[in-house]
Structure formats: C-alpha cells, structure tokens
C-alpha cells in the first residue's frame, strides 16, 4: 500500500512538472510582428531588427519589403500584418480612409531625396534632368508610377521639367526602387532614379545629380499600426521605438533625415 502512495505521487508530481515544462516552452515562444515596410528601408531595419530583438527577447520581427502600392494592396487584401512602413503619403492615406490604419496610430516618420544614379564607369555628365533628353544616354530606369513611390515622383519631376512625353520611349519599369537600382548596376539602364539612401548601398553607382525638391512632392514616409493586428501592445512598443534615439541614429546613418516631432 505504502509503494502504490508513493507512485502515485511521483506520477502526480511528474504531470505537475510536465505541466509546468509546456507552460514554460510555451511563454519561451516570441512574439512575431509582421512588418510590411517599403523595399527602401531594407538595409536600416535589418540593423534595427538586430538591436531591437536583443533588447526585447519576447518579439521577433518579421519583414515583408515590397513597393509601398504593393503592400498596401497585400494589406487592403487582408494579408497580416502588424505595421506599414510607406515611402509615400498616398498609400497610408488609402489605407487610413479605408480604415485599416487608424489616423491616431499613423505619423510621419522619415524625410527622403531623389536623385539620378548612373554607373559607376560611365563617362557622360548629368548636370540637370534636361541632360537626359541626350542621345548618349539610352535607357532610363523608374519605379512603376502607379505602385511605386519613387516612380511618381520621377514622373513628377520629369512632368515639372516638360520632359515625361519626349522621354517615353527611354523608359524602363521597375517593380521597386532597388529593381531601378539593380537595372542601372548591370547595364540595363544608362540612368535611373532612386532615393539618395538606395544610391548610398551601392559601390557600383555613382549619384550623378540630385533632383530638385520642388519639382515633386515631398519625399515622406509615413508608419502606421494595421488595424487587424493581434498584437496591439507589441505593434505600439516598436513604433514607438522607431519614433526614438536609437532607431533615428541607425536611420540617419543610411541617409534618411527625421522631420521634426
């Protein structure tokens, strides 16, 4: 009688241990935050992933780098995600009147410039967008206007300079910024438009002119918290952090400038 006790103890504290041990594995599981960002921010939140998920052990991040208009379509399909990070105002506004963003959980995050990219090794001068119209220089790289930020504002600038119809037949389409990037590294394009901070990632480009500000919008990238998301509280701790010292710091070391809070 004495040895069944003692089994069944030893088998109630075992279920209890066991219990105890699932609890355990079960809070060990971070938390996953989808983060659809626009596919020029690559290279500053992988650096901020690597600084963030060290100091918080419970979240780990998950990127979804795209087009600004692609994701925002991905999310207005009910794609999950817990954050958007646009490199233009106009698809987190769609996202805001559609109500998929809360207006109080959006603000304006990080400030760009355009410019001209060429290779590296390629002789002719660009000292003005009208240089363009030159024969010496052939195919022209943009982002796609319509889903792509930085392609719009191409278009806006080759619009202001009254060049956009006599530069039709130049042109070569991009799904993203780094596409452009990638189009006029490998020779496919002589020229192609990108922010300053994608030119600032490449050894094999050279900024050859920067675009004139006032010839199109300005370049801002706003963030917001997606409304469907399951993790509130984490969603807001990273956008807060994004909005901090450290995450500014990283940022401006790839050439973003913070506009002023």
């Known amino acids: 009688m004495y040895r069944k006790r003692i089994g069944v103890v030893v088998v109630f504290l075992a279920v209890i241990l066991s219990g105890c041990a699932a609890k355990n594995t079960e809070s060990s599981v971070p938390t996953e935050l989808i983060v659809s960002a626009a596919v020029s921010l690559t290279d500053s939140m992988n650096e901020i992933q690597s600084l963030y998920e060290k100091e918080h052990g419970d979240i780990k991040l998950v990127f979804n780098f795209g087009s600004s208009g692609a994701l925002q379509q991905q999310i207005e399909q009910g794609a999950p995600s817990d954050l958007f990070l646009s490199a233009g105002k106009k698809q987190m506004k769609a996202l805001v009147d559609k109500q998929l963003v809360e207006e109080s959980r959006q603000t304006g995050l990080l400030l760009n410039e355009l410019v001209i990219v060429v290779s590296t090794d390629m002789q002719g001068a660009v000292s003005s967008v009208a240089d363009l119209a030159k024969p010496q220089f052939g195919k022209l790289a943009i982002g796609e206007p ?101 995450a500014r710091e990283i940022f401006a070391k790839y050439g973003f400038t913070v506009p002023k809070q």
């Open 146 to 246: 319509d889903t792509v930020p930085a392609g719009s504002y191409a278009k806006e600038s080759l619009e202001f300079y009254k060049l956009w119809d006599q530069l039709q037949s130049k042109l070569v389409y991009a799904k993203d910024v780094r596409q452009v990037l990638t189009y006029v590294e490998t020779g496919n394009a002589d020229v192609g438009f990108v922010y300053k901070t994608d030119a600032m990632t490449s050894k094999k480009v050279k900024v050859a002119s920067i675009i004139d500000p006032s010839s199109h919008k300005s370049i801002e990238y706003p963030m917001g918290i997606v409304k469907a998301t399951k993790h509130l509280q984490e969603a807001q701790d990273f956008y807060d952090f994004l909005r901090g010292a450290e």
